[in-house]
């Protein structure tokens, strides 16, 4: 294929983090052509018609996006695959639609909000930016709390350092300190609530059968003072004489006892990419606070390729190489417009750039199945208390076999979570050998999570799935041991009928309940 390398244009006066996008182009032009590809750089100006008239003679196979800013300004990220789209050019990475709306981040925060994963409270944008969003969790008079300003549309940490993180006690004293620190973020900004803690950066790459999520790695602080502040800003990033660039090392090895956080981060990164409709690669950026509970700062759509950037070390660590990453990037955007690049490139999820509804308090449903699943039903399963190990073994081999044989393991999900952290699930699936019953193989609810009426609305789902199965009775069974009271309480509240009483079934003493309820 001929490929056009698309960045924005770099001048002798331009700062560290602008020049980065031309040792990216040199890197990925170099993969190209040892793919087998014609690969030549072209820069972007916000001079877009001579931009497009040098496309059309000849015009590309495909773009490899790498376009961050416009006239030195990342608002206007946007513009150039927004011009790819409407010449019907197939291009690399994320849509236009999903850049505008990760790029302006408290739109991207708000989104989050409504898809029910974890970010830090924010007050902003200001000065007014369109569409205007304020946060609904401003700190009460006398509560004292950090917060941390942040630019609204820059990203690589721009005018990031110590001086961005405030102490506030009053809720009237933020605004007026997001107007004074506007200028050193260009323009419009916003605050956040600082999140003290550990900060992890998880890299997703296109795969076939959805995105990889390449090893975590943290970063450190080493020999910082006990009272300096740990933020990856500015210096950390661009500025290679300073303390903070050579003591912020990452790290992609953790111990056991990190191995439920490292999934939870895995599986809200999946969910944003989901969520805002990414392709080909993208970079989700977390702070776990002092509890373990991870908050999700920001979601890079078209994150830095450059070969000492984060995201090759994550190549490099989870033994990807670069041109064979290069090559999955492509192969992703074939898969979005099949032998037709004026294709809508889209995900199913809907982008939309209008506010995003309000904050949704209560639960979130998915029926997909991830890889990191099958250890956190295990989790579950173990906390409630109620299941041997044995049975444990049992719970995670079914999520293991959804994921291995997908609808023909005749096992289907609904995982219930709060805040992204899984707090129930179901298990069911049709009876073999009949026409129309179901099975309710599993249903669970966290211990802190019971009596709050998540079983039912668990069950629900599973229900509503079924009869578009063509289900017409759903069966579940017990055991009929007193610890079990609660469970068999459960199924009658919500319309099962006892059919059978089994005695003796799973040992002396130890009957099967059997319940049934028309769908």
């Known amino acids: 294929m001929r490929i056009i390398i698309a960045h924005n244009d770099v001048i002798d006066a331009s700062a560290p983090d602008e020049r980065d996008v031309l040792v990216q182009t040199e890197a990925i032009r170099v993969a190209l052509v040892a793919l087998g590809h014609q690969a030549e750089a072209l820069s972007c100006t916000l001079d877009l018609a001579q931009f497009r008239q040098r496309l059309d003679s000849p015009r590309p196979d495909l773009v490899f996006n790498?376009?961050?800013?416009?006239?030195?300004?990342g608002r206007l990220i946007h513009l150039a695959p927004s011009l790819l789209d409407a010449m019907g050019i197939a291009y690399t990475g994320a849509c236009a639609e999903a850049i505008q709306l990760t790029s302006h981040k408290t739109l991207a925060k708000d989104r989050l909000r409504a898809l029910g994963l974890p970010t830090p409270d924010w007050v902003g944008p200001?000065?007014?930016d369109l569409p205007a969003l304020s946060c609904v969790a401003a700190p009460a008079s006398g509560d004292a709390a950090h917060w941390i300003l942040k630019s609204l549309w820059e990203h690589a940490s721009i005018g990031l350092d110590e001086a961005s993180v405030v102490l506030c006690d009053r809720a009237d004293q933020l605004p007026e300190a997001v107007r004074a620190r506007a200028p050193a973020f260009g323009g419009a900004c916003f605050a956040e609530r600082f999140v003290e803690g550990r900060e992890f950066n998880l890299s997703?790459?296109?795969?076939p059968r959805g995105p990889e999520v390449?090893?975590?790695?943290?970063?450190?602080?080493?020999g910082y003072p006990q009272d300096a502040l740990r933020i990856v800003g500015y210096r950390a990033k661009w500025d290679a004489g300073s303390y903070e660039y050579h003591h912020t090392p990452r790290r992609f090895r953790f111990p056991p006892e990190d191995a439920a956080l490292l999934d939870r981060l895995r599986h809200l990164a999946r969910r944003c990419w989901q969520g805002f409709g990414l392709n080909g690669y993208a970079r989700v950026d977390f702070r776990v606070d002092a509890s373990g509970r991870p908050w999700i700062l920001e979601i890079n759509a078209n994150p830095?390729?450059?070969?000492d950037a984060g995201f090759a070390a994550a190549l490099e660590a989870?033994?990807?190489?670069?041109p064979e990453a290069i090559g999955r990037i492509l192969a992703d955007t074939r898969r979005m417009r099949p032998g037709d690049a004026s294709a809508d490139r889209r995900t199913p999820a809907a982008i939309s750039l209008a506010p995003a509804p309000p904050r949704q308090h209560g639960p979130t449903l998915r029926h997909s199945v991830a890889p990191e699943d099958p250890a956190a039903v295990r989790r579950l399963v173990e906390a409630t208390g109620y299941f041997t190990a044995v049975e444990a073994d049992v719970a995670e081999e079914l999520v293991n076999e959804r994921l291995s044989q997908g609808p023909d393991s005749g096992y289907h999900f609904v995982f219930l979570e709060v805040d992204g952290n899984m707090a129930g699930y179901a298990c069911y699936g049709p009876v073999p050998l009949t026409a129309s019953s179901y099975d309710l193989y599993w249903i669970v609810v966290s211990p802190e999570f019971q009596g709050q009426g998540l079983g039912r609305i668990l069950l629900q789902e599973a229900e509503r799935w079924a009869r578009q199965g063509g289900g017409t009775r759903f069966y579940a069974d017990t055991s009929g041991r007193a610890q079990y009271a609660s469970t068999r309480a459960f199924y009658q509240r919500v319309g099962f009928q006892r059919e059978a009483l089994l005695e003796d079934f799973y040992a002396p003493g130890d009957a099967k309940v059997i319940y049934a309820k028309p769908l």
């Open 318 to 322: 989870s033994g990807v190489s670069y």
């Open 304 to 307: 830095c390729l450059s070969p």
């Open 214 to 222: 390449l090893r975590p790695a943290e970063i450190l602080f080493e």
């Open 126 to 128: 200001l000065p007014p």
């Open 204 to 207: 997703l790459l296109a795969a």
């Open 66 to 73: 790498l376009v961050e800013s416009l006239g030195g300004t």
